[in-house]
């Protein structure tokens, strides 16, 4: 019998890390919540957070900057309406929503009287709505899917 055989030698390859920028948001806990989302004259988003009976409970947050980031969005809203008081919906392909995410400026993940879903944060100090999915049209019954996620 061998040296070789009494020693098992198991290297443990590391894991690479994630590199994941909060620029100051810290999460006031891991409890996804649903919210209504609002827009002012003005183009600013709110959200009216709605509680566990889906009632609207008054309260009413800012979304953080990076909720508008639009990679890996497939579902994209104009943040104008058209000559028809419309807003528009763009569905994307996973390539160009990845690849081509477009501008923040002309487009949001979310548009009003949609329910989202997202956590409640504190971004500096300050309390504000983190969006993660879109969920359907307020007064409808809608199935989003999404695609699986790595």
């Keep these: 019998m061998g040296t070789s055989s009494l020693f098992q030698l198991k290297v443990a390859v590391p894991k690479p890390k994630r590199n994941k920028v909060n620029h100051g948001i810290v999460r006031t806990s891991n409890k996804l919540v649903k919210g209504k989302v609002f827009q002012d004259e003005e183009g600013n988003y709110t959200v ?39 807003r528009n919906r763009y569905i994307r392909d996973a ?22 879903t997202g956590y409640i944060v504190r971004d500096n100090g300050i309390e504000k709505f983190d969006f993660n999915r879109l969920i359907g049209i307020d007064g409808y019954n809608m199935i989003i899917t999404y695609p699986d996620e790595e």
């Design 95 to 116: 390539l160009h929503a990845k690849y081509m995410p477009g501008s923040p400026e002309k487009y949001a993940p979310f548009a009003p009287k949609w329910i989202i």
């Design 48 to 86: 009216s957070i709605i509680d566990e009976n889906n009632q609207d409970n008054s309260r009413i947050l800012s979304f953080t900057e990076r909720s508008f980031d639009l990679t890996n969005k497939l579902n994209v809203f104009s943040r104008t309406l058209d000559k028809y008081g419309r």
